[in-house]
């Protein structure tokens, strides 16, 4: 079984040259897929699909036809991502059935450039979960110990990576959703700004928070589908207008400075392997160059809340659409309108969704709106104003990607409140709406990964890209 090389570069000048061809790469990431398999990385393979896509991009290498600038690039998505006429369910009963009627924007560009989606990945109910274990299909195990969780809610979609049986994954972030995973799987995360990918097509959680984000082996093949599925969408009106770099393009990132809190990295939760490594990141930094910039940080204790308070509102509200009538799981044991509403979110809904929608529901309430969600609003544009008035001064903000190690299938499934606490250092650059990539920086004794990660401004992809690349053989 031939083992795919992990760059978009070196894939595409291999099927030049004939070295082998798209219908061989393809036929080996099927076998990858298959073989692995125990650890439920995909809902459905779109097998017979993608080998006619692969023969017609054959034929056309063949006959020295022109061919888009993603040809070679085989890709996973996220079951919360639209592909026309395919299945769509955001892993939850309550869309049981559905088949997309049209294409997310992203994956529509994407197509064009002539790639192949391999498959449709698992994810947490509806992208709720940091574990990819609350999903109608089962948990997703992650690839370094079979035993542990891959991280989520895109947790398949990083495994999906980390087991080669795809070149590229695209997630969605709401609060770390693409970079967690990323870490505990020891795979490339990026979450662009808010607005650079249209979320066109992409079910939605936390609509202010939500942004599509892409999984990969390394910088370089991430910035390529960036420069793809990037930019302003008519279907979308939070799309950005701003110009798309050429993120692919080298560009030096010479003496940067980047910016660390001093009180997130000290903080209790925070696995003392990890603060280790992260520290030794900085000096590493430090001698290529770069200033190190220690920052107070006085919000540290406010970033879970607020963005949960936010984020569960939001759900509760788009998620009020799935009442039975129009579409998915409608319950047959009612015998009032009433009634089948209340029964079909009953059973379509899983424990961690109806979980965030009735907290939702309970901040927008009369009485509580302005005590919890106008508060958590206000603390949000606090969190923003502090952040850029820090990348005002520095280039990046370096942060590490999770406070803990990924840890065990179940453990810890009886305490959603620390679960949602790992998610510390990830809520940042979702609260912000700031681009920021999760980046491999070690393993543990056990062979266990995790990362670092780096913010910057807003719509600076292409300085957080170079940078990547710069520390990618430094901490891999």
């Known amino acids: 079984m031939m083992t795919p090389k992990k760059s978009l570069q070196e894939i595409q000048l291999d099927l030049q040259s004939g070295d082998y061809s798209m219908s061989e790469l393809v036929d080996s990431y099927l076998q990858y897929a298959k073989k692995h398999e125990s650890l439920n990385i995909y809902i459905e393979l779109y097998e017979e ?3 006619k896509q692969a023969n017609r991009i054959d034929q056309q290498i063949k006959n020295g036809a022109q061919l888009g600038a993603l040809y070679g690039c ?5 079951d919360i991502i639209s592909y026309k006429d395919h299945g769509l369910t955001a892993a939850s009963k309550i869309l049981d059935g559905y088949i997309s009627p049209y294409h997310a924007t992203a994956v529509e560009r994407l197509l064009a450039e002539d790639a192949i989606i391999i498959g449709r990945t698992n994810c947490d109910e509806f992208g709720m979960g940091s574990a990819n274990e609350n999903s109608i299909y089962g948990p997703t195990k992650n690839g370094a110990d079979e035993h542990r969780v891959p991280g989520g809610s895109s947790g398949a979609s990083a495994v999906s990576v980390q087991m080669n049986t795809c070149l590229i994954a ?3 972030d709401t609060g770390g959703s693409v970079r967690q995973p990323a870490s505990f799987c020891g795979v490339y995360g990026l979450k662009p700004s808010y607005g650079r990918i249209s979320r066109y097509g992409l079910i939605a959680y936390a609509s202010s928070f939500d942004q599509i984000g892409i999984l990969g082996h390394g910088p370089d093949d991430i910035a390529r589908v960036l420069e793809v599925s990037a930019g302003k969408d008519p279907m979308d009106a939070t799309s950005a207008s701003r110009p798309i770099d050429r ?3 080298d560009k030096v990132i010479s003496n940067p400075k980047i910016a660390y809190f001093s009180s997130l990295i000290d903080h209790e939760k925070l696995e003392e392997n990890i603060k280790n490594n992260f520290l030794q990141i900085l000096e590493q930094l430090r001698s290529s160059g770069a200033s190190i910039v220690e920052k107070g940080f006085e919000f540290a204790d406010y970033l879970v809340p607020t963005y949960y308070v936010l984020t569960t509102a ?11 009538v129009r ?6 044991s009612s015998s009032t309108l009433e009634d089948m509403y209340v029964n079909s979110r009953t059973e379509g809904f899983g424990k961690e969704v109806k979980r965030r929608i009735m907290l939702g529901t309970y901040v927008l309430s009369e009485g509580y709106f302005d005590a919890y969600f106008t508060k958590a609003q206000q603390v949000r544009r606090l969190i923003t104003e502090e952040i850029n008035k820090v990348l005002e001064e520095c280039d990046f903000i370096i942060l590490p990607t999770s406070t803990s190690l990924p840890w065990r299938i179940g453990e810890m499934k009886e305490d959603p409140v620390a679960v949602y606490i790992s998610d510390m250092y990830t809520v940042l650059a979702n609260l912000t709406g700031l681009p920021c990539i999760s980046i491999p920086s070690g393993n543990n004794t056990d062979g266990l990964p995790f990362g670092i990660q780096i913010m910057s401004k807003k719509y600076s992809e292409h300085d957080l890209l170079a940078l990547a690349k ?4 430094a901490t891999t």
Request: net charge positive; proline share 0%; hydrophobic share 25%.
């Open 49 to 51: 699909e993608v080998k």
């Open 74 to 78: 085989v890709i996973s998505i996220k």
């Open 170 to 172: 695209l997630g969605s």
């Open 247 to 249: 993120y692919s393009a």
């Open 314 to 324: 939001e759900a509760s509200t788009n998620l009020s659409r799935y009442d039975g």
């Open 327 to 332: 579409y998915g799981h409608r319950s047959e």
């Open 470 to 473: 710069s520390l990618k053989s």
